[in-house]
């Protein structure tokens, strides 16, 4: 059996959750690889709406193991929090959710280094969502981080506070007043109870060394599909850089997040919007700032499920698109919010960009510091609602034109367009 693979192929915020939701009563286990709880992947059935911030989205269905991996960072407090608002709604995860051993867990002092390297770049700032991931990721790579099974060990105290110390001498080095700072609503002091607090719940939940887990579940010929966070775009290596997460989005973190080799990775799902958001700073070559771009902001409830914040809004890039199809070997694609676009009478896509006097299909390197201007090629808009839709046979001809547009440049299947935010919302197409 191969691993297959679900990830984002813009500036995250695509629909992922939705997608996984739907295609995971297809497998076995369901597997985040990378990325913490600044994502934000919403589900909606049955007239509720639910937003997974750590726990990968497979957990709505009872058959289905959901693993949390290695390559994702924990905050505890975040993860217990989702733990008690599913079993709010009657949703019991504990029997079916393993994590990763070699996770790393987001401290408290996390965030506050976080908080303070954010307001230190001023105008310059990335746009973070303030929940320690940087931090975090930063601290893994120099062989400082605190990971959830060094939780268990007699000396974590201790690692812990040598940590807590370094992190406030960083804080208090850039000026930073945390005695002042409420993370969450809550002062420091009362955030680092209740974490520690809530670390000693994870601790009792089902916690495995995930590389053996999954290979495990591989060589038993159990389905897996493996759940990316963020998008490409935002790739530490390919991505916006330095507008970017600290994470590989990619389909290649799937090997390091998890544990599997190259070899054992099979279909590649890319799911990309009809048009673009973005949140944060960054470039962002085909937004809008007109009342277009406000339009789709509402059509599309465009605001972060993480932060609130709202998001950026612009017409579909596909040179973008299709270096994000590239770096990830994309095998299917799937559409989404199409219905974001039915009261558009013109859609416009860019084709190309013009760069230094000449007119370029590929993202230059210093691609987050030149203005790159668009090249736009204009289709007829459907201008009708799609949200009943289910057949492909009652697409607009105007909504097929757009798709296969799309496709012609990629060179890759739209196979499911997506049509509203309930999982049933869809319409599956036989290409």
Partial sequence: MKIDVLLGLQWGDEGKGKIVDVLSPKYDVVARFQGGPNAGHTIEFDGKKFVLHTIPSGVFNPGCLNLIGNGVIIDPLILQSEIKKLNHSGIDITKNLFISRKAHLILPTHRLVDAAQEAAKGAEKIGSTLKGIGPTYTDKSARNG?????????????????????????????????????????????????????????????????????????????????????????????????????????????????GVAPGAIGKVYGIFKAYCTRVGSGPFTTELFDQEGELMRKQGNEFGSTTGRPRRCGWLDLPALRYAVMLNGVSELIMMKADVMDTFKTIKVATAYRYKG??????????????????????????????????????????????????????VPVRIVSTGPDRIQLINRSV
């Fill in 358 to 411: 000449e007119e370029i299909t590929h993202l230059p390197f210093d691609a987050s510091t030149q203005n790159l201007e668009p090249v736009f090629h204009e289709l007829k808009g459907w201008n009708t609602s799609i949200e009943q839709i289910r057949a492909e046979e009652d697409m607009p001809a105007a909504l097929i034109d757009y798709i296969s547009f799309i496709e012609d440049y990629v060179q």
């Fill in 146 to 258: 605190i990971r959830i099974g060094d939780s268990c060990l007699d000396d974590f105290q201790k690692r812990y506070q040598t940590q807590r110390e370094r992190h406030l001498k960083l804080v208090s080095s850039l000026g930073f007043d945390y005695t002042d700072y409420a993370i969450d609503g809550r002062d420091f002091a009362a955030y680092e109870t209740e974490w520690f607090e809530a670390l000693e719940g994870i601790k009792k939940l089902q916690l495995v060394d995930s590389e053996y887990f999954i290979n495990e579940q591989l060589v038993a010929g159990k389905r897996i599909l493996a759940e990316g966070a963020q998008g490409t775009l935002l790739d530490v290596d390919f991505g916006s850089y330095p507008f970017v997460t600290s994470s590989n989005t990619t389909a290649a973190g799937v090997c390091s997040g998890l």
